[in-house]
């Protein structure tokens, strides 16, 4: 009896530290790898408002200084608008990739992003689309 009550609270501590779990390396690198805008940029502006009870909106303002790949035909020296969304808390036991990070105003990132038709630009590797 004592064996199967064991068993069963490692069975439950096995699926509460899986119910942490995040996305494995390999996938952040695949997004990373199929982003269609890989920059460096330098943040000019951010700016940030709740969106909702959990959410908030980020839009930063940057200059594009550095390009490794260019769907959109970026320069240097180019100034972009990045928008995206981001919970501020999860709930106990959320599974999924890692948050997007909150950039800082006048701090350099490699970024993954991709564009939109509104021409803004989003993250396009979730938590490891700014390094």
């Known amino acids: ?21 995040e996305l494995p390396p390999y996938v952040y690198e695949e997004m990373q790898k199929n982003s269609s805008e890989q ?4 943040t000019l502006e951010v700016k940030s408002s709740l969106s909702g009870i959990n959410e908030k909106s980020y839009s930063i303002t940057a200059k594009v200084t550095g390009i490794a790949k260019s769907k959109s035909r970026l320069h240097k020296g180019d100034t972009i608008t990045i928008e995206y969304t981001r919970v501020i808390a999860h709930p106990p036991g959320w599974v999924g990739p890692s948050p997007i990070p909150v950039l800082e105003q006048g ?6 992003l991709h564009r939109d038709e509104d021409g803004k630009y989003r993250p396009s590797a979730r938590g490891r689309s700014f390094i």
Do not use: H, P, R
């Open 107 to 112: 701090q350099s990132y490699k970024a993954y």
């Open 1 to 21: 009896m004592l064996a199967k009550l064991s068993f069963a609270a490692l069975l439950l501590l096995a699926g509460v530290s899986a119910a942490k779990a």
């Open 39 to 42: 920059l460096t940029i330098e």
